[in-house]
């Protein structure tokens, strides 16, 4: 790129990472912007240079197109939202930015992309799910992800990333990878790892094609999800366990179509259509995201004009009962169908 190109890129750069990211990863880029403390998944800290999603090899940095990947299609059920809105020229211009951060990046070399092991032609099939359930034990997943794929593994509660913060592991339960939406994508994630996290590469453990009967086993435990009123209380329910077992109690359809309905009551009693419209929001919020929107609109959006609505949260800054009812209805209008949901 001519350096008059790049010096532009980089200025556009900038200004989309001031009116887009710098709530969430701070005007240092070190993942302490205002919103940070109310968030379940800690912004990352872009002056490490340490990347969870890429497909290059482990350890290394991603490419420019992993990152512009990840700030396209966001991370599922994360505060990372996804912004395909933004113009593609955009998107790049805040990678080039993110990337002054961290000297990593000056003192590295080429990277290049690791081509996925070939599908192999049963994958899809019943013998292949088999096949995957052999690998889930081989590889002993069931430590940190469950016997159950619910994240409930016996080191589920003893894992810490590079920066010091306890991770989940991933609950294959809710039916989506945290990578992207194709098997493939979390055919990348097996063989090349989660930079940071415990997630290690299973390159070395896995045989040739492996992985892809590995993501067929956990595409098993996805329990069945009719609604997205019942999506949106499994994800406040994993979200906010104590708080949503206090005021809701087991996250069944019928108590998530109830919350949902008394959140459209809140929602009608604040006369939030004045300025909202329902299922206007495209690029979907994380349940923590919106926690902190309750309690500091700007931390988030920086030129917000919304109040601050802190009857919504308990002195801890936990959504009480109503705030939950709110966060069930607004989701219950944004998340995907979870019945036209695929890896595929």
């Known amino acids: 790129m001519p350096e008059r190109e790049a010096a532009d890129a980089l200025a556009r750069g900038e200004e989309?990472?001031?009116d887009h990211c710098v709530g969430c990863h701070g005007v240092a880029g070190d993942g302490r912007?205002?919103?940070a403390t109310r968030l379940l998944t800690k912004p990352r800290d872009f002056r490490q240079g340490t990347f969870k999603f890429h497909s290059t090899s482990p350890g290394a940095l991603p490419t420019d197109e992993d990152l512009i990947r990840?700030?396209?299609?966001?991370?599922?059920?994360?505060?990372?939202?996804?912004?395909?809105?933004l113009p593609l020229?955009?998107?790049?211009?805040?990678?080039?930015?993110?990337?002054?951060?961290?000297?990593?990046?000056?003192?590295?070399?080429?990277?290049?992309?690791?081509?996925?092991?070939?599908?192999p032609a049963d994958a899809r099939t019943r013998q292949g799910v088999e096949k995957g359930r052999a690998a889930y034990g081989?590889?002993?997943?069931?430590?940190?992800?469950?016997?159950?794929?619910?994240?409930?593994?016996?080191?589920?509660?003893?894992?810490?990333?590079?920066?010091?913060?306890?991770?989940?592991p991933a609950d294959f339960t809710l039916?989506?990878?945290?990578?992207?939406?194709?098997?493939?994508?979390?055919?990348?994630?097996?063989?090349?790892?989660?930079?940071?996290?415990?997630?290690?590469?299973?390159?070395?453990?896995?045989?040739e094609g492996e992985a892809w009967y590995l993501?067929?086993?956990?595409?098993?435990?996805?329990?069945?999800i009719e609604t997205r009123e019942h999506l949106a209380a499994l994800l406040l329910a994993r979200d906010y366990p104590d708080a949503f077992a206090r005021h809701v109690g087991e996250p069944t359809p019928e108590a998530a179509r109830a919350l949902a309905l008394r959140g459209s009551d809140i929602d009608a009693e604040k006369q939030c259509m004045k300025c909202h419209s329902v299922g206007s929001m495209q690029a979907r919020r994380s349940n923590d995201w919106h926690v902190a929107h309750f309690a500091d609109p700007r931390s988030v959006v920086p030129l917000s004009r919304?109040?601050?609505?802190?009857?919504?949260?308990?002195?801890n800054g936990t959504p009480n009962a109503d705030g939950l009812a709110t966060i069930a209805y607004i989701q219950a209008t944004a998340l995907p169908n979870p019945r036209n949901v695929d890896s595929e």
């Open 16 to 18: 989309v990472y001031l």
């Open 33 to 35: 912007g205002p919103a």
């Open 70 to 85: 990840v700030t396209t299609l966001g991370i599922p059920y994360t505060s990372m939202q996804p912004y395909a809105d």
């Open 89 to 119: 020229r955009d998107r790049a211009a805040v990678v080039q930015y993110v990337k002054t951060f961290s000297s990593r990046w000056r003192s590295s070399g080429a990277r290049v992309s690791l081509p996925p092991p070939p599908e």
């Open 138 to 168: 081989r590889a002993m997943c069931k430590q940190c992800h469950g016997v159950a794929g619910d994240a409930k593994g016996v080191l589920a509660h003893a894992l810490i990333d590079d920066w010091g913060d306890h991770t989940n």
């Open 175 to 207: 039916g989506m990878f945290k990578s992207g939406p194709r098997r493939a994508d979390a055919v990348r994630t097996i063989m090349t790892g989660l930079n940071g996290t415990a997630m290690a590469s299973f390159a070395d453990v896995l045989d």
């Open 215 to 224: 993501v067929a086993y956990l595409r098993s435990f996805a329990r069945p």
């Open 306 to 315: 919304m109040p601050a609505f802190p009857s919504l949260l308990d002195e």
